[in-house]
């Protein structure tokens, strides 16, 4: 008699539910859901660049129907019942917090906010708050530099209370009318379990502690003279937050009747604490002390864990969140990241490529990421000549400066565009190397790889350069979707052993994780030729990273002043 | 009654005739004739890409059938008459030499050598000699350092005896079948006069001096001793070259009555010493005393003159070449350059432009050039963020470096190939203010900047961007042949006054060369804000150029290891 979990992903375009045998993690059923407002589900605002919305009707909707449909599909398998659904976890985006009312629900819904952005939940990806997040960055290295030592040393416009300041700023009605600011995460389980009300709500510590500041050796959230002190309404805001976080695996609540009726499940069902996707995600790829894992796509998220008890470890310069039980409960979890990866191949590909290779690729039947792997892969380490670092979107880790930008050097008349691709792929993998260097410098080990995500998936030569660059083999998660069944390995913890789940992340994981068969283990000539690149690339990252020539920083500045 | 004179232009891949009228310099008549051999008259090697050769058949041909021609266009003026031609002058590439034989025919004429490349010319950019080039080099460092010192330093492997070594080393059997071993120059003049036997050519000090070491004050050629350390046959072989060298005006000799029956023109017509290319048209631009002419194409000729009464400016570091009378009589003659301007451009588009473009382009009816002008030039300096360095081919000027690579800096997700055009062409923009700074720094005034060739006549946007760069105004050549010009007025000069030509080169100059009613004046806003890149640019030049990090030598290091 098998179980069964749900795991609910809910990205920037879509959302994905996925149902697994609780005994081997194994795939049952799976449905995408679409957004259906904005571009590709982000609402956006063609005269700001920087902001971008989303509807949290969108989620509802989705919510309903991939589980509806994946149910659907899954009870084509005679094997399965909805009786033996026993857990749902959740996994969002992140920071993207949304104002709601006092019942919890979204002020977009109300009349008076009907269509109003600042009403609906503010995405990841919205940059329209970053004159508040250097106002809070500069606020806390005055007054409390406690709260930064444990995301990177600087506040990001992506999050929590950024985005919180700038509704102040720009739509004080809204601020006004909203009984509290939750983010996706707390918002979709509060969906499931039906305690939707702001105090009810069990919020996730992930959420919490990397993006909100939370840590209860300071109190929980920053204090109310910290929040006064940036805006008087901010202070008194404080009041209508938190004042606890849970880890993902505890129980938020049951499944509500309501909802199980829309969704065709029974209502009772173990419903877990959420939290962000990388998170999940990494959980789902099997992550444990030692293990680090890369989530791979348009950016790079590198997560791993370890020992509260470890001791002396908190503070690792650079690194941008340290945030107890925000991956697994008991342990301290670590992320990291390179803020686009995937994204400068696809700038490339759309802004560099001539039509010449366009025709041969399209005579291959290939895309253009294809065709140029294909050609790509026959050069050999340092034939090109080319020399690259990987800043077109800053540096998250380990400088944690968003004003950084991209550079290539080595260019002849001869350069061909498969060899600045290869250029730019190898530039992501040195930027990895020096994430590993630096927590291990600081004493976190990392004893293996394992990647998952698109790149990771879909591009052997992606990952053989990776393995060569770092020296270590580069695993790959067994799961193509490792986010969702992250998510679900926490309903089946929720759900606990005695309902047939788990009562450990770590026996979750053990269970329902696994590797695929392939591994790319470093090619010795190959290391070496890339020990002496990276030499090179590590001088190059110091020299305009670190303040010896801060040029790209003052092309910002004169660029901006022109513009 | 109006007097004519004829100038030839050999260049790489044609031949161009020009007949002017020597009063004011009006062009009459022209005609271009494309050499028929190789590819667009460069003879390669499939397995060998450093080798580029010409077949001095299609020399012979071409001058003959452009002069013909050209004299044919003359003829339906009525005004014209092939007996009012009073010269002929002649300037080409460099150094293009090839070996001939005792009656100075060049050795692929014989039947023993014919279709032999190692028989014909070696024409400019043939880079089959660079290890020969880095052993001269050595050996005068070590032995003879006066040598280099007019030179900038490093001989090059495009060069006279770096090329004449090679043929020792690759053919012997050529090597020791020579008479001699001539420069295109030299051996054009002698097809004129009729005295081509090599101990009867004029050879031009133009030549002599910037691509052989020739120098009076160190006894003309470099030593026997000095060669013959390098390689007993060399040494030998400075008895079959020559003591002497004339600058161009100096007549060579009168049109000799086979060739003047061949082109369908008296016999007795004044020829002029030959010289190179840019030499001339600087002279055709309308050089004097404190003018910098820049050649503009797909590398950039720098010439200036100053006077050789002034002093203790000869050793300018990093420029290529100071040479007495190589320009005009009188004067010493500086040549600089950057090894790649349009050649950069060039590349850009051919190797990073997407599909996009190109239908926008063929739409507008543009070729892609005028479509990215078009689109980078409603940007404002600065704007982009972008900076780059032009060394894709190296460094000339004042690095003399061709161990240098490309490098751009500034890219974000958002870069557009505009955005990079532009700062491609600033880049070069940049560099040409590193020279105009450099003789400045060394007593030689730069007063104004006369501009020629395809880049100069054709883009503004470019001519403009030069403009604020450099902060000063950017005047055009009125001829767009120049070069031609230039030789047509040495013709003038060999003539002399009493046949209806000039006395003094710089009499001639005043009369038959002028300037375009456009200058291209720097707007002083553009100005500010280029100053603030270009100490961007002079950074990063001494950075990766002066040798405080090394990377883009270290990455050609490993590049050629792996290959």
């Given at each position: 008699?098998?179980k069964?979990?749900i795991?609910?992903?809910?990205?920037?375009?879509?959302?994905?539910?996925?149902?697994d045998?609780?005994?081997?993690?194994n795939?049952?059923?799976?449905?995408?859901?679409?957004?259906?407002?904005?571009?590709?589900?982000?609402?956006?605002?063609?005269?700001?660049?920087?902001?971008?919305?989303?509807?949290?009707?969108?989620?509802?909707?989705?919510?309903?129907?991939?589980?509806?449909?994946?149910?659907?599909?899954?009870s084509?398998?005679?094997?399965?019942s909805?009786?033996?659904?026993i857990?749902?976890?959740?996994?969002?985006t992140?920071?993207?917090?949304?104002?709601?009312?006092?019942?919890?629900?979204?002020?977009?819904?109300?009349?008076?906010?009907?269509?109003?952005?600042?009403?609906?939940?503010?995405?990841w990806k919205?940059?329209?708050?970053?004159?508040?997040?250097?106002?809070?960055?500069?606020?806390?290295?005055?007054?409390?530099?406690?709260?930064?030592?444990r995301i990177?040393?600087?506040?990001?416009?992506?999050?929590?209370?950024?985005k919180?300041?700038?509704?102040?700023?720009?739509?004080?009605?809204?601020?006004?009318?909203?009984?509290?600011?939750?983010?996706?995460?707390?918002?979709?389980?509060?969906?499931?379990t039906?305690?939707?009300?702001?105090?009810?709500?069990k919020r996730s510590?992930?959420?919490?502690?990397?993006?909100?500041?939370?840590?209860?050796?300071?109190?929980?959230?920053?204090?109310?003279?910290?929040?006064s002190?940036?805006?008087?309404?901010l202070?008194?805001?404080?009041?209508?937050?938190?004042?606890?976080?849970?880890?993902?695996g505890?129980?938020?609540?049951?499944?509500?009747?309501?909802?199980?009726?829309?969704?065709?499940?029974?209502?009772?069902?173990a419903?877990?604490?959420?939290?962000?996707?990388?998170?999940?995600?990494?959980v789902?790829?099997?992550?444990?002390?030692?293990?680090?894992?890369k989530i791979?796509?348009?950016?790079?998220?590198?997560?791993?864990?370890?020992?509260?008890?470890r001791?002396?470890?908190?503070?690792?310069?650079?690194?941008?969140?340290?945030?107890d039980?925000?991956?697994?409960?008991?342990?301290?979890?670590?992320?990291?990241?390179?803020?686009?990866?995937?994204?400068?191949?696809?700038?490339?590909?759309?802004?560099?490529?001539?039509?010449?290779?366009?025709?041969?690729?399209?005579?291959?039947?290939?895309?253009?990421?294809?065709?140029?792997?294909?050609?790509?892969?026959?050069?050999?380490?340092?034939?090109?000549?080319?020399?690259?670092?990987?800043?077109?979107?800053?540096n998250?880790?380990?400088?944690?400066?968003?004003?950084?930008?991209?550079?290539?050097?080595?260019?002849?008349?001869?350069?061909?565009?498969?060899?600045i691709?290869?250029?730019?792929?190898?530039?992501?993998?040195?930027?990895?190397?020096?994430?590993?260097?630096?927590v291990?410098?600081?004493?976190?080990?990392v004893?293996?790889?394992?990647?998952?995500?698109?790149?990771?998936?879909?591009?052997?030569?992606?990952?053989?350069?990776?393995?060569?660059?770092?020296?270590?083999?580069?695993?790959?998660?067994?799961?193509?979707?490792t986010?969702?069944?992250?998510?679900?390995i926490?309903?089946?913890v929720?759900?606990?052993?005695?309902?047939?789940?788990?009562?450990?992340?770590?026996?979750?994981?053990?269970?329902?994780?696994?590797?695929?068969?392939?591994?790319?283990?470093p090619?010795?000539?190959?290391?070496?030729?890339?020990?002496?690149?990276?030499?090179?690339?590590?001088?190059?990252?110091?020299?305009?990273?670190?303040g010896?020539?801060?040029?790209?920083?003052?092309?910002?500045?004169?660029?901006?002043?022109?513009?």
């Amino acid at each position: 008699m098998s179980k069964y979990v749900i795991g609910l992903d809910f990205g920037t375009n879509s959302v994905r539910a996925l149902i697994d045998d609780v005994s081997d993690g194994n795939e049952l059923a799976t449905h995408v859901y679409n957004y259906r407002d904005g571009v590709e589900g982000v609402i956006i605002d063609n005269t700001n660049p920087h902001l971008a919305r989303q509807n949290p009707a969108d989620w509802v909707e989705g919510l309903v129907e991939s589980v509806k449909e994946s149910v659907k599909k899954a009870s084509e398998n005679i094997a399965f019942s909805t009786d033996d659904i026993i857990g749902i976890g959740v996994d969002t985006t992140g920071s993207t917090p949304l104002p709601v009312d006092e019942n919890g629900y979204p002020l977009s819904y109300s009349k008076e906010f009907e269509g109003n952005p600042n009403a609906m939940a503010w995405l990841w990806k919205d940059h329209t708050s970053a004159n508040e997040a250097h106002k809070i960055t500069e606020h806390a290295k005055k007054t409390a530099p406690q709260y930064l030592t444990r995301i990177g040393g600087i506040y990001s416009s992506e999050w929590f209370f950024s985005k919180l300041y700038h509704l102040l700023h720009v739509d004080e009605k809204v601020f006004d009318s909203m009984a509290s600011w939750v983010e996706c995460c707390d918002f979709t389980v509060g969906l499931l379990t039906g305690e939707m009300e702001p105090g009810k709500l069990k919020r996730s510590v992930c959420a919490a502690g990397h993006k909100a500041m939370f840590n209860y050796d300071y109190g929980g959230l920053p204090s109310k003279e910290f929040l006064s002190g940036l805006h008087p309404k901010l202070g008194t805001f404080r009041n209508k937050l938190y004042s606890e976080a849970h880890p993902a695996g505890v129980k938020a609540g049951e499944l509500c009747p309501e909802m199980a009726e829309k969704l065709g499940i029974p209502a009772g069902i173990a419903i877990s604490v959420g939290a962000f996707d990388a998170h999940m995600g990494a959980v789902g790829s099997g992550i444990k002390e030692g293990t680090l894992v890369k989530i791979m796509g348009t950016s790079t998220c590198d997560i791993m864990v370890f020992s509260k008890d470890r001791g002396g470890l908190h503070d690792i310069p650079g690194i941008c969140g340290m945030v107890d039980g925000s991956v697994m409960d008991g342990y301290i979890g670590l992320e990291a990241g390179q803020s686009a990866v995937g994204d400068i191949f696809n700038w490339f590909v759309k802004k560099c490529i001539p039509s010449g290779y366009e025709s041969k690729a399209k005579e291959k039947n290939m895309d253009m990421h294809e065709y140029l792997t294909t050609l790509a892969d026959e050069l050999n380490p340092g034939q090109s000549g080319l020399l690259a670092l990987d800043w077109n979107n800053g540096n998250r880790t380990i400088l944690v400066d968003p004003r950084l930008t991209g550079l290539i050097l080595g260019m002849t008349l001869n350069t061909r565009p498969e060899e600045i691709y290869r250029a730019l792929v190898e530039a992501t993998a040195f930027g990895a190397r020096v994430i590993i260097e630096r927590v291990e410098e600081y004493g976190v080990e990392v004893r293996d790889i394992i990647n998952c995500g698109g790149l990771a998936e879909k591009n052997p030569m992606i990952m053989q350069i990776y393995a060569d660059v770092t020296g270590r083999p580069m695993k790959i998660s067994r799961s193509a979707q490792t986010c969702a069944l992250g998510a679900a390995i926490f309903g089946a913890v929720a759900a606990g052993s005695a309902a047939g789940g788990y009562d450990s992340v770590e026996d979750a994981r053990d269970r329902m994780t696994g590797l695929k068969d392939v591994i790319y283990e470093p090619i010795s000539e190959n290391v070496e030729i890339y020990d002496r690149l990276y030499k090179e690339y590590k001088t190059l990252h110091d020299t305009f990273g670190l303040g010896e020539n801060d040029v790209m920083k003052r092309l910002l500045d004169i660029k901006e002043s022109v513009l």
